[in-house]
Structure formats: C-alpha cells, structure tokens
C-alpha cells in the first residue's frame, strides 16, 4: 500500500527546536528524491528541503542554515530537524517524493508561538 505518515510535530517557542519523521511506503521512498513541505493557513504548499539518493540535499532559503534533511535508506524513513524556529514557520508538514507525486499523507503541525 502507498503510505506516508508523518509525525513528531507539536508546538514550540520561537527558538525552539523539533524533529519531524516520514514512514514511506517502499514503493515511494526506493530510489526516489524525497522532500519535506509545508502549507501554512491561507498559503500554497511549499518545498521546504529535499534530499537526493546521493544524500545531495537543497532547502528553502527561508530555512537555509536551521534546518536539516535526511533519510535513512534502510528504515524508508525521511527526516526533517528544525532549529531556531520562527513564528513563520508554523503550518502543517508533509513528506512526500521530489518532485511530489500522488496522494499526501495527514501531515504533521508544527505550531511556533510564544
């Protein structure tokens, strides 16, 4: 079954830090370039970072510098770790492949608020 499933949002502080995860199924992670976006209220869906299957990554230059993407090729599991978060950055993320492709999972929220 084609799946992804995100997690490990919440909210935090501005400043604040948090790692969110993708489960993809096999037939989406293998062998494809996977990314992390995000939507906020009122707003388009974004790419926010991607990685590429040689672990060559690219980012938003909104969050060039705070955030880091990775995978682990043996879990099919895509992560996104989140620092210095802002206020702007508060929206729901999604993981999905680079270029997107199909249907999204639930997302994750990630509410930065003080």
């Known amino acids: 079954q084609v799946q992804l499933v995100e997690s490990g949002g919440g909210s935090v502080q501005p400043g604040g830090s948090l790692r969110v995860s993708c489960a993809a199924s096999?037939?989406?992670?293998?062998?494809?370039?996977m990314g992390w976006y995000r939507q906020a209220p009122g707003k388009e869906r974004e790419l926010v970072a991607g990685?590429?299957?040689?672990?060559?990554?690219k980012y938003a230059d909104s969050v060039k510098g705070r955030f880091s993407i990775s995978r682990d090729n043996a879990k099919n599991m895509v992560y996104l770790q989140m620092n210095s978060l802002k206020p702007e950055d508060t929206a729901v993320y999604y993981c999905?492949?680079?270029?997107?492709?199909?249907?999204w999972g639930q997302g994750t929220q990630v509410t930065v608020s003080s």
């Open positions: 999905n492949k680079m270029p997107p492709f199909g249907r």
């Open positions: 096999g037939s989406i992670f293998s062998g494809n370039a």
């Open positions: 990685i590429f299957i040689s672990g060559s990554t």
